[in-house]
């Protein structure tokens, strides 16, 4: 059995239309929007080709209608664009999301999977690095086999103590220096992660034709062509500073 595992979409319907990989299964670990300016179509494929999908803390915001304020770096591009999510989806979307579960368990190939947006302990928010001792207090007593997270757009593959921990990366919007969308495929106990092109200008004329700050276009498109905001961090809205709160 071979399962295409893929996380934080971001909105980003030029990279995930780009994304050609054979798959028995396809398995989403939410953030679906927020960031880039078509979560309609985003979350329309995950209707038709997700077997399964957990809640990612952007998915949980928009659902909820929650606001975010932040004024530098990923938190400000959070707030910036949530309105633009929220516009441009319909109510079928946000009930979607709205009904996405926090965890979730099921099993393939004989293997038992766990799929969780940022860790078990804490589903939508905990920032889970590449660190087995992290992990081990993680996933301690669950019993499975596979735990499949995304939320820090950094992909990676773990093995802790007979558990594979899987993170594609993000296929929206890298963050890992390397603008190519990510993804993992699990096939028969074996793990790889992929990375592969996509019309990136694409992408950056869709956040330049909505409207959004031009700071924001500025720091988004840095961050479609560069997977990263480089010095972005600091470049500030002319307002107090972020609190610091991580919004991946
Ligand atoms: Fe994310």
Redesign the pocket.
Known sequence: MRVLIVS?L?ANWPALEALREPHDVCLCLG?LVDYGCDPAPVIDWVRRHVHACVR?N?DHMVAQYVTTNGYSGFRYLSGVTRPVSQQRIEAEHRRFLADLPLTRFLTLGGKRFLLVHATPRDPLDEYAAADVDFWKRRIAGLGVDVVCV??T?QPYVLQVEGTTIINPG?VGLPRDGDPRLSYAVWEDGRVTLHRAEYDVEQAVRRIQEADLPDQAKEMLACVLRHGSLHNGSQRTAPAPASNGTHS?
């Open positions: 934080d971001h953030d990612g952007h995304g939320h757009h993000s991946r």
